[in-house]
């Protein structure tokens, strides 16, 4: 019998070694799954590389591998290697990132059951190679020099590098990835294409299919049946797939002939995991790059402050699309001052749209053209509320409000998910005359109908209002039916939330308004302006997309803080000088990108247990930090985030500062394996976590 090390899914907590022993009859390859006995179970694990620096045991304690799926390839060195850094970097054990990021179908087999589904694939039809392809367009002046810097590394010609492709909305990116896509297939590679949601954009994948005909492309995404998504991987890791399209938990498909990883929108903020092992697939794209030794390609209209960093500092090499395709003009954006507008007569609400906006609608409808109005706030009102006694539609459950949705007469938790029926009178005080406090997509939908009512369309009948939100595309396909009909012209103006801003090529919208954004500037996270600004930037950069109709193409910001830099930034279509600002900021401030942190995250129905446990780890963590270190790592005391309670569950963190994310792994190397320990010293602590590069604070 041999000895192997099996890499099986136990958190880094619970006290184990990162890989266990077992008895093999033969040699396995590391990357070879198993099954493997654990307690009374029998549980999936992965053959790891043997630690050399691990403890001799004694092979008679050992028990032997329950099985070996030997029809599966061993998964390769380049794709642990990934898997360890990940461990290593986010706190977290090698077979809990390993095992997660399996297909949880793959998890589950045995054997035979692969067999079968090895057999099924082999049958299916490969693509025609010889399936013509649409003719391409002749790459506009800026995509061609970019592409000349980018082609010879997707051939593997030229060293590899991570590049930032910085190109304003509209100037053709999706181009330059096909392109890249198309230059490592050519030479005989695969390509990995990473979307932050990519039901959002099913536009993206369309043109992916469309351009290559004759190859395999694959999708990777949690909206995938278990099937599916066995399937998809399956044919990554075999070879078969040439081009896989996926969302953050694509970054760790196994693809044996890489050549080029693409990270759109490379800002979203989707791309860090926000439960289980918190990682950033954006991040862990480049280091996989690196690895791999094949270029990387992020993309976006407005970068994070950390890539723009690292392109100025020259680690990452800048390419730049600083103008729309067909020479398309930005939109003029316009800020209203809100505060300059008439006030409504006493007792009245103020109108949703001040009127110049309402006229620069009416102006779009009667030419035919769609406006597209921003709310990033669903339902119909935030809160019900009582006049008489004060009394607000709070959450039992939670430290926020119950959001009133008119359609379903329900008062809903967007934290916690509880919902009853909105009462008829006031809970506390019996008075009838309860009222909607603000505004949610829901309700603007329905007020512009009514504000735009009295005018016709050049085709006759009423001004059509459409609605896009989380609560209007719930239903499988609803999404896509919904972007379909604008895109088809059906809809004259159309109401959403963050998801109409992203990516969609529209060619009909003239006019983008954002009703009343101001909200989002005043939470206590300093990415707050950073996410703003690349949210209306983004939104504006769905005005004017047909390069007919741009010069006329508009952005209107109803503000209350018209002063905010940011709204001149945005005027002038300057990223470099908001981010610049920005940066400066946070560079007197000590704060990411020229700082690194990681917090811990608690839960407890005590905040007193939450509050002690937090206390004991940070003292943990101050007793580590040798003297000198002083002013290079920081450790805070535990803070209630801005919703401290959710669910019934207190939640509370700590965060830890460092001047360079080497001093602040060193710190967590040590300090996290503490943290186990110590929380079962905590009863009634619910849940905890560690997250490295957090993105909300
Ligand atoms: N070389 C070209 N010739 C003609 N049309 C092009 C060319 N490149 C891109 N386009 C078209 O220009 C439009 C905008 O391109 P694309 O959607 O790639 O922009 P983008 O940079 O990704 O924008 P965003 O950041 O807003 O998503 C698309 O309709 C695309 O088909
Ligand atoms: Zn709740």
New binding site residues.
Partial sequence: MIRVSVAVETPQYAGLAPCLDYLSEQPLLPGTLVRVPLGKRDVPGLVWDVDPDAAPCDDRLLKPVSEVLQALPPLDGPWRRLIDFSARYYQRSVGEIALAVLPPELRRLEADGLDRRLVKLARRPAPDPSAEAPPR????PG?AAVLATLLPACRGDADPACHLLH?V???????VYLRSAEAALEAGRQALVLVPEINLTPQLEARFAERFPGRRLVTLHSGLTPAQRLQHWLLAHLGQADLVLGTRLAVFCPLPRLGVVVVDEEHDPSYKQQDGARYSARDLAVYRGHLERVPVLLGS?TPSLETWLHAQAGRYRLLS?PER??QGELPRVTVLDMTQQPKPPAGREAPPLAAPLLQAMRQRVERGEQTLLFLNRRGFAPVLGCSACGWKSGCPHCSAWRVFHKRDRTLRCHHCGFADRVPRACPDCGNLDIEPIGRGTERLEEQVAELLQDIERPGGGPVRVARIDADSTRLKGSLEAQLAAVHAGDVDVLVGTQMVTK?H?FRRVTLVAAVNPDGALFTSDFRAPERLFATLM?AA?RAG?DAQAAARSEMWIQTWTPGHALFAALRAHDFAAFAQSQLAEREMAGLPPYSHLALLRCEARDPAVAEAFLREARDAARALMPPELADELVVYSPVAPHVAKVAGFERRQMLLEARSRARLQWLLAQWAPQLGPLRAAHKGLARWAVDVDPLDI
């Avoid at 367009?137 to 506009?140: I, K, R, Y």
């Avoid at 909305?169 to 181009?175: D, H, L, R, V």
């Fill in positions: 367009p002749a790459l506009s995509q190109g909305t509209g100037s053709g990116k999706t181009e209209a699309l395709i067909g990516g090529d983004q950069g997309r």
